[in-house]
């Protein structure tokens, strides 16, 4: 197995990535949006009851999360 240092960013880091929409990936999208600075948008969520329990979580931590049922996926 080769070994790669990890280099911190020298500023902000803005991109996009556009993963499957999945239970167990839209929670992982929600915990990083959570630790981020700023807004965060995903799209194409795997919406379930785990995903929406992970959500609310996060609100009760005082955390902003909302959900456009419009745009959802799942």
Do not use: W
Request: charged share 25%; net charge negative.
């Amino acid at each position: 197995m080769s070994v790669r240092p990890i280099i911190p960013a020298s500023g902000p880091v803005t991109g996009s990535i556009r993963p499957p929409g999945s239970r167990s990936l839209t929670n992982r999208a929600l915990m990083a949006a959570a630790l981020a600075d700023g807004a965060s948008e995903i799209e194409e969520v795997g919406l379930s009851d785990d995903t929406r329990i992970c959500a609310e979580a996060l609100r009760a931590l005082g955390i902003p999360v909302e959900v456009d049922e419009a745009r959802r996926r799942g």
